[in-house]
Structure formats: C-alpha cells, structure tokens
C-alpha cells in the first residue's frame, strides 16, 4: 500500500478512523485523526441505557501475597480455595490475560450501547479477589447480569480431540433460597441464551466433560452459588486444544467471543428468548463442529434474517468479511457501508479498544 494511497484514505475517514487504521495496520491515520473517536469512548447507542453488567474476568495476573488456598465460603456449606491461577495455553498463553482481553473487549461492547460497566479487578497484573469476594461484588452492583469469563484446559499437554465452549450452570437446589430462585430461573435463562448466541456465531458447543448441548450443570462453582443477580459462568474454549488455544489468544479470534458475548449480554438484557434467536436453527449453527470459529474465509458464517432484536446477529457474517479481507480499501468501504445500527457501534468500540490496547499492531492475517 503506497503512501499516497494511505493519505487519500485518511482524507475519507472520520467515524472509523481508528477502526480502518487497526484493519490497515496503518500508524499514519492514528497520529491525525485529533477529531476522531480514537480516545473517546464511543457512546452512541442506548440500548442498555440504565442497565448495569458486572464482567468478572476468571482469575488474575498475580497474588500478590494473597494466599490461593485460603477457605473460602463456597456457597453449599462447605469451603473452597480463595482462588486458582488459572489454566495456561499450549501455546503458552494465560488464561487470566484471554479472560481480561475478552473482557476489556466486551465492556466496550457494551458501553457503546450505554451500559454501565463494573469490572471484579482493576487490571491483569495484579490481585483480583477471592471467589466468595467477586461473587458478592456482583451481587452488591446491582447488575442485571453478572458474567464470569474463563478458558478451559483439559490437559497439561496438547488435546486435539476436546475442544468447543461451555456454560456452567449450577446444580438446584442452592442452599440460599434467593440465589437458588435466581440462578435457577433468570440464571438458566441468561445462560442458554448465552449458548445460543455462541453456536449462532460459529463456535461448537464442547465435546467433552458431560457438556449437554453447551451446558454442563455443577455444585462446585462459588461464583454461580453466591451470587444474586443472574450469572452466567462461561468457558470460551480449550486452551489445551491447539487451534482453540489460538484463537482465544489472536486479536481476531478475541473479537468474535466478544461479540457472542455481547451478543448474549444484549439479547438476555433487552429481555430476548432463546425462542427468538432464528440462528439457532440455522443449518451452520444447529450441528456443534460443522463451523470453525476463527476461519478467515469470508462466508463461512451464516447470515441472519435480523429484526430490531438481532442486529448484532448481521455483523457476524461482516466480521468474518473483514477478517478475510486485505485490500484496505476494501476494508474501509465495508467499514463505511456497514451502516451505524447497534452492531456496527459495537464492533467499533471494540476495535478502537483493540488499538488503543495492543498500539496499533494489525490484529489480522
Ligand atoms: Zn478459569
């Protein structure tokens, strides 16, 4: 790409300045676009206006002299580990950093649309709470749905045979009746139709661990057995699978869980059912393993018929379209065409975190 070529796309930018410059890799756009919304937060939408999401990224960078086996309440009567540190990648990744990327991603998601934000730790590099202690947060927020973000491992080594999301919902009976009554209503809710918009975006549903269509049921998860607003407890991918291991840990692939999760967020939040969400039975997304979440080839996802509700549902597909494309001017005419509905907001609010966080490195390719 000539530099000339650069400057009469600069000249055309202004709303997605900051997104065409991460998807062009350019570093000349950044440096002028002063009226651009590189910085500011890009508020534009009111779809969750008044609403609160409490977003707890599993785990944290550092103890920081805490004591991980500290007991804990564990929400049955019994005791568990304050904390764990988390899976690693066979690639070498973190958990907790894919659980914090995701999670920085999905809260400009979601503040795009007006959503307040409460985070359970301030950074990824240090302390971030017992279980007993972020469960509580959640509930002390206020919010309308508390999500809690992890990765899976299966084994210390490499596992290319388990692979696919979950959804951790807890074993009813909870022993207090006011989160049994929650979690075991609007929180079942929250979680299928969390699992509803991640086989709508193309990721499997996990072949492993008793997983029931995306769901696995357990009595061991505090955050699930503590807290009093809706929870929602997911497990994005196996990190000990090589290509999921990736694709949680690449810019892209981060990008699509978030929008699933923002997806989900956003369907539960404006009161959606799983009855609702055409793509559900859509031929792409009713078979777990027929799609391949991070594929760069354009097409691969399947389009929606979209209303009001499902509008984030019709920027999958232009995701993926992005994702394959390396003509920047392709790009941003794609970028300038998708129009400004709630989906197009929050794709560009998560890409301008994607820049502002990783300083402008292409993402993609
Ligand atoms: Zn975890």
Redesign the pocket.
């Known amino acids: 790409m000539s530099i000339a070529r650069r400057r009469g796309l600069r000249a055309r930018l202004a709303i997605t300045a900051a997104a065409v410059a991460l998807l062009t890799g350019s570093a000349v756009l950044t440096a002028t676009t002063g009226s651009a919304p590189a910085s500011a937060a890009p508020a534009t939408g009111t779809s969750l206006a008044g609403k609160t999401i409490f977003l707890d990224p ?2 944290q960078g550092g103890a920081a002299g805490h004591d991980l086996a500290k007991q804990v309440p564990d929400g049955r009567g019994g005791t568990k580990d304050c904390q ?1 540190t ?2 690693t990648g066979v690639n070498g990744v973190a ?2 950093t894919v ?1 914090w990327d995701v999670a920085q991603l999905v809260k400009a998601g979601l503040e795009s649309q007006g959503a307040r934000v409460v985070l359970s730790r301030p950074d990824d590099t240090g302390w971030g709470g017992c279980v007993d202690e972020r469960a509580a947060a959640a509930s002390r927020s206020g919010a309308a749905i508390a999500v809690s973000l ?3 491992s299966t084994t210390v080594g490499t596992d290319t045979t388990k692979k696919g999301f979950h959804m951790i919902v807890p074993t009813l009976p909870i022993p207090d009746a006011t989160v049994n009554q929650v979690q075991g209503g609007e929180g079942r809710k929250a979680s299928t139709i969390m699992r509803d918009a991640f086989l709508k975006a193309g990721f499997p549903a996990a072949n492993y661990a008793g997983v029931n269509d995306g769901i696995q049921t357990r009595s061991d998860i505090a955050a699930v057995n503590l807290t009093k607003v809706p929870a929602v407890f997911i ?1 994005m991918g196996n990190l000990s699978n090589p290509q999921e291991a990736a694709e949680l840990a690449a810019r892209d692939g981060q990008v699509k869980y978030s929008m699933a999760i923002t997806d989900g967020i956003i369907n539960y939040v404006k009161g959606s059912t799983a009855a609702t969400i055409p793509g559900v039975s859509s031929p792409g997304a009713a078979t777990p393993g027929t799609t391949t979440p991070g594929s760069t080839t354009p097409g691969t996802a399947t389009p929606q018929s979209s209303g009001n509700d499902d509008e984030l549902s019709a920027v999958l597909p232009f995701i993926q379209q992005l994702l394959g494309t390396k003509d920047p001017a392709e790009i941003m005419r794609l970028m300038l065409t998708e129009g400004q509905d709630a989906s197009a907001q929050v794709l560009n609010a998560m890409l301008e975190v994607i820049y502002g966080l990783f300083g402008g490195k292409l993402p993609i390719g």
Request: glycine share 16%; proline share 0%; aromatic share 0%.
């Open positions: 599993g785990h764990t988390g899976a958990e907790h659980n992890h990765a899976d497990e």
